[in-house]
């Protein structure tokens, strides 16, 4: 059973992973209007992967004796001015994500709260990897630059990427 703290604090990372899935449904829908589907589909595919990582800490809180308290989601920024300062942006909250990561095991670890410890696990390993993924692109779209050719060989290239099976469950 979890303490209520504890159940205040995922809460609040439920709150963030749905807030990051609409970030970048955001960045998705300023990828369309710009003509750039591939970019569209890269953002489409991590907005599903934002909302299963917020179910499953959503299945958690039930699982652990807690109860889910959903709040009001934050507006997400409309536009950016490129596809590298929309990296750049997501980039940036990927850390702020992995930092309240960090929070929770900190308070899991000061309660005593071993099951939650382990629970947290999978979010610090899964947060390199998120932070690794939109760095890669990142760094590619500063050696290409503002130049159009190369901007669409990656809007290509992302386009490929395959929405994520879902967290947890029996893909694990
Ligand atoms: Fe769920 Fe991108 O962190």
Known sequence: MISKKMEKALNKQINLELYSAYIYAAMAADFDAKNLPGFAQWMKAQTQEEVAHAMKFYGYVNEAGGRVVLDAIEKPPASYASPLKAFEASLKH???VTKSIYHLVDLA?????????????WYVAEQVEEEAHADAILQRLKMVGEAGHGILMIDRELGQRQSAPAPGGEED
């Open 109 to 121: 670890k000061e309660e005593s709260d071993h099951a939650t410890s382990v629970f947290l696990q």
């Open 94 to 96: 990927e850390r702020v």
